[in-house]
């Protein structure tokens, strides 16, 4: 059995080397503060995105999104707020959720939900 957060890690690279492939610039990985964790920034034109990276070996026992709660995706906003007092940008943030499906996060197929919350 692989460590959790090294599958973790990889699911996190496989996102953002797919918003990279998306026209996004990174602009962050895994930035956390006493609220909680943000494990990629990115942005394009538009927007700044926030993005929660969920790894799962397949959805048999359920859809990666649905272990974003309600409370993590308050502690996301709050920690979100934070890292924009100290990025200022004009840019409209949005908060995404990628999904990486595939053993050892080797991504097999990734979904992309973008404005998740």
């Not at 890690?9 to 492939?21: C, N, T, V």
């Not at 993005?51 to 799962?56: I, S």
């Not at 990025?87 to 991504?107: L, M, S, W």
């Amino acid at each position: 059995m692989e460590n959790k957060k090294l599958t973790g890690r990889r699911g996190e690279a496989a996102a953002a080397d797919f918003l990279k492939s998306e026209g996004y610039r990174i602009v962050g990985m895994n930035y956390s503060c006493r609220f909680g964790e943000i494990d990629v920034i990115a942005e394009n034109r538009e927007y700044v995105v926030f993005a929660e990276v969920k790894t799962r070996k397949n959805a048999e026992f359920a859809e990666a999104r649905e272990f974003v709660t309600a409370a993590k995706q308050r502690r996301i906003a709050a920690t979100a707020q934070l890292w924009l007092q100290s990025n200022p940008t004009e840019k409209q943030p949005r908060f995404d959720v990628i999904e990486i499906y595939g053993a050892h996060g080797a991504a097999k197929r990734i979904n992309h939900i973008e404005n998740a919350f």
